[in-house]
């Protein structure tokens, strides 16, 4: 372990209390959860936090989310949270929360999984399912400071009907003319996959990418790295997130 992990690490793992102050839905499976909480002084875009959950009786769980929202100073941030079939801790997200529950947090975890700024160039992002809210915090933060850097997101889904924040990423692709979306649903009438053609579509938009950040399932992130050191990207620039099993 480097002497600068140490020196971040009793920051890092220590619990905070947060506290729900606005739940929406956002997709069919998909909720919105903002809460407050001390860690939502620093983080940068793309990290995630440990959302820990205590019964009365004692039991407790833990998972991660990332966070969807780009830093504003509010000592607020937001989560995007699937409802997974019996799902414990997105499963209480989904059917129990409500404004003013507490939950336990610590991080912001992921310092390599995440973006600040102009370091290295146009950005590549890739996403499958809620493996895009990390992305869509990349997005956001561009946005508010660094709107010169070419950005393309390779988003897919299901369907169009569970792309999270879809209407956003619409409205920012068709106003901005260095962002592009690039969808693929995969359970639609002639829907499909992430594919060359997607990726080169998206280099075409954006040029060598400086950075590249991939985040969903394995299945997906093994597919999306692949097709695009295929189309020429060096390996090293490609940063991965991975859900799940
Ligand atoms: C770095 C990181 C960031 C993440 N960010 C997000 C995010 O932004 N948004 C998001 O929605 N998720 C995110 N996740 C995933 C999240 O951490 C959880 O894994 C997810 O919410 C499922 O947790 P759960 O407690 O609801 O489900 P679990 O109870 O863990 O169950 C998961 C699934 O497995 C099934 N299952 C459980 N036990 C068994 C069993 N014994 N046999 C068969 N099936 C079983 C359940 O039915 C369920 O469908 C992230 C994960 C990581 C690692």
Same mark, same amino acid.
């Given at each position: 372990?480097?002497?600068?992990?140490?020196?971040?690490?009793?920051?890092?793992?220590?619990?905070?209390?947060?506290?729900?102050?606005?739940?929406?839905?956002?997709?069919?499976?998909?909720?919105?959860?903002?809460?407050?909480?001390?860690?939502?002084?620093?983080?940068?875009?793309?990290?995630?936090?440990?959302?820990?959950?205590?019964?009365?009786?004692?039991?407790?769980?833990?998972?991660?989310?990332?966070?969807?929202?780009?830093?504003?100073?509010?000592?607020?941030?937001?989560?995007?949270?699937?409802?997974?079939?019996?799902?414990?801790?997105?499963?209480?997200?989904?059917?129990?929360?409500?404004?003013?529950?507490?939950?336990?947090?610590?991080?912001?975890?992921?310092?390599?999984?995440?973006?600040?700024?102009?370091?290295?160039?146009?950005?590549?992002?890739?996403?499958?399912?809620?493996?895009?809210?990390?992305?869509?915090?990349?997005?956001?933060?561009?946005?508010?400071?660094?709107?010169?850097?070419?950005?393309?997101?390779?988003?897919?889904?299901?369907?169009?009907?569970?792309?999270?924040?879809?209407?956003?990423?619409?409205?920012?692709?068709?106003?901005?003319?260095?962002?592009?979306?690039?969808?693929?649903?995969?359970?639609?009438?002639?829907?499909?996959? @992430?594919? =060359? /053609?997607? $990726? +080169?579509?998206? %280099?075409? #938009?954006?040029?060598?990418? &400086?950075?590249?950040?991939?985040?969903?399932?394995?299945?997906?992130?093994?597919?999306?790295?692949?097709? @695009?050191? =295929? /189309?020429? $990207? +060096?390996?090293? %620039?490609? #940063?991965?997130?991975?859900? &799940?099993?």
């Amino acid at each position: 372990m480097s002497s600068a992990t140490s020196v971040i690490e009793p920051i890092v793992f220590r619990w905070h209390q947060a506290e729900i102050t606005a739940i929406a839905p956002v997709t069919p499976h998909v909720k919105s959860v903002r809460l407050r909480c001390a860690l939502a002084q620093t983080y940068r875009a793309g990290q995630h936090v440990d959302v820990r959950l205590t019964a009365e009786d004692g039991y407790q769980a833990q998972r991660s989310y990332s966070i969807a929202s780009a830093q504003d100073g509010s000592g607020t941030f937001e989560l995007m949270i699937e409802a997974l079939p019996d799902g414990e801790v997105s499963g209480w997200f989904s059917q129990c929360a409500d404004v003013g529950d507490r939950v336990e947090m610590r991080g912001p975890i992921g310092g390599s999984f995440s973006w600040d700024g102009p370091d290295g160039g146009p950005l590549l992002l890739g996403g499958g399912g809620s493996g895009v809210v990390p992305l869509l915090a990349m997005l956001r933060r561009r946005a508010q400071h660094w709107r010169a850097i070419p950005a393309a997101l390779i988003y897919s889904a299901r369907t169009h009907a569970e792309m999270i924040a879809l209407a956003e990423l619409e409205q920012l692709a068709a106003t901005d003319p260095q962002v592009s979306l690039h969808l693929a649903a995969t359970r639609e009438p002639g829907g499909k996959r @992430i594919d =060359a /053609a997607l $990726v +080169a579509g998206a %280099l075409t #938009r954006i040029g060598a990418p &400086g950075k590249v950040f991939l985040c969903g399932s394995n299945r997906f992130v093994a597919a999306a790295s692949d097709l @695009i050191m =295929a /189309a020429g $990207v +060096a390996p090293g %620039l490609i #940063r991965t997130e991975r859900f &799940g099993a």
